[in-house]
């Protein structure tokens, strides 16, 4: 199979976070490897514009717990990418999003947990949600690109119009209203976080309404909890066609969870492998590429080439078998499995269940010292 | 269908965030943006790297003279990419 090219290389340059959002997709198990260095990230960089990417997304984990991250920006931007910072905030004072700005960040999107202080701190797990009001703040009086992203789930899903107002005072030009997506983390607390029928009808109403009445001033998007669609979304349009993930510790994989949710699969390492060469020729990569893989009902289907058979993770997670059709899909010979959790969630009525806070990793960082946890 | 409401007098210029460069692997032009990517065709291109302070009827004049045709029948390309960038908010009018 011929290779596309690829668009853009999410790099998740440290798993560690001064949050522990229940949600996080991160995975809830990693291994004691280091972490890429400067140099090592630096040539991923090269190589992936080389590759044709033209996007950066520095993610994590809280990507400015690492202190080169102005020198990977300048990097990226020798290498004409892109740049977008995917942060929480915390870290983010004036000296570090100057130093940003001079390496050249294009742009920043910046999660919330909620528009309410106790509840969005309760999320988190941590005193977050005012630094984060200071951090948009700031990146607005440097005037670089604001993206708000709220994750939305369960506990937080019927304050939508409060954290509509919020994005509107802090002058954001894009706000994401994502339900959560059930990986890492998440998935483990699905049973909390999953909102109900009710909930989720309430929602799109609102959010709908919130984009006709902002349409020219805030772009607004709404993601649904895929468990309430009747079919897939096209996860990372189709695997290995435009996006790459590089993961804290140097593995390249076609998407942030495919580590920890397909078991099964060997992912290549850079420390020992060209990205030309993952990206081309990797058994990792070319797996899922395509069709041929399909198994019935995707292969003989008309949406087959608009949703790729869904999340490959997710088919992984719902059935242990990464190369079945997304159990999301109302033709999938899976999809009791979703209508049964959806079932029982709904079941539950007002009592929200507890959920298990995110943890940090132990990975093991050289010359370098985690700047976040002090805040 | 022709964007409606774009004067030959406004300017139009690439919004706060976005950037126009040239696709190594293509050679052509692409903005790049929070988020996004638009691969412009070779018209567009051309558009686009105009945005630079003249006017929408400035750049029909000089596309015109470039390609060597009457600005009467680019115009209503123009102001339909113009249109679609501005929907895009790509671009911003002043």
Redesign the interface.
Known sequence: MIAP?P??LLAEITYRCPLHCPYCSNPTQTGNDQELTTDEWTRVIREA?AL?V??I?FSGGEPLARRDLPDLVRAARQA?L?T?LITSGIGLDDDRLGALRDAGL??V?LSFQSDNTDLADEIAGSRAHRHKLDAAAKIRAV???L?LNFVIHRRNIDRLPQMIALAESLQA??VELANVQFYGWAFLNRAALLPTREQVVRAREIATAAKTRLAGKI?IFYVLPDYYEKRPKPCLAGWGQRYLTVNPIGEVLPCPTASSAIPDLRFENIRSRALDWIWRESESFNRFRGTEWMPEPCRSCPQREIDFGGCRCQAALLTGNAATTDPVCELSPNRARVDAVLRELNSLGDNALDWTYRVNPKVVTVSETAVSARR | MQAPGIAGSAQPKLA??V?L?T???TGNG?L??????LELNETAQDIVSRCDGRTVGEIIQTLAEEYDVDPEMLRADVQETLGDLQHR?LIELV
């Open positions: 090219r668009y853009a514009a044709g033209l996007q997304g004409n892109y977008n294009d742009s999107q005037r670089i690109p993206s030009e894009r772009d | 706060g965030g950037r460069q696709d190594s692997k692409v790049l943006f929070p988020e996004g990517v908010k």
